[in-house]
């Protein structure tokens, strides 16, 4: 069995993605949930979460990223920031706390322009599920929907 694997096929991470981190976005973004499919691979690369919803008002539909990670916030921010540019809104999930968050963030200022410059939004969990950092509109899903389609139904 793979390192970080709770069994076949299924890893730590893949909890993280889950029904708060859903209702968090779309109170803070007014969208509702549509579909998401788990390590798609979008232009060569696997992301963890490719995710579709639409718009409450104007029922524009909107792609989602989502990065998933246990700790490592560096390391889930250089991925971010590689994929971006395939999302309309990308998230960064991290199993600690909003303390340790902006701990690492005030430490690492390369984090910081990744973060702000990539408009890269990160969800931690304290007590519950936090948008930390809200990702900003980044218009980007043409390759995403073109490949899934069906997930945007």
């Given at each position: 069995m793979a390192a970080?694997?709770?069994?076949?096929?299924v890893f730590k991470e893949d909890k993280l993605f889950n029904e708060d981190v859903i209702r968090r976005v779309e109170e803070y973004h007014d969208v509702e949930y549509r579909s998401h499919l788990r390590h798609a691979r979008?232009?060569?690369m696997e992301l963890d979460v490719v995710a579709f919803f639409r718009k409450r008002r104007s029922g524009w539909g909107r792609t989602f990223g989502f990065e998933l990670k246990q700790y490592d916030l560096a390391r889930v921010v250089e991925q971010a920031a590689r994929?971006?540019?395939?999302?309309?809104y990308y998230y960064v999930v991290l199993n600690c706390s909003y303390r340790l968050l902006l701990f690492q963030i005030?430490?690492?200022e390369?984090?910081?322009?990744?973060?702000?410059?990539?408009?890269?939004?990160?969800i931690c969990r304290d007590r519950d599920w936090t948008i930390a950092f809200p990702s900003r509109y980044k218009k980007g899903c043409m390759?995403?929907?073109s490949q899934y389609e069906e997930g945007w139904r």
């Open positions: 970080g694997a709770i069994e076949e096929g979008v232009d060569g994929r971006r540019y395939l999302f309309d005030i430490w690492n390369s984090i910081a322009k990744l973060i702000k410059g990539h408009r890269i939004g990160i390759r995403v929907l």
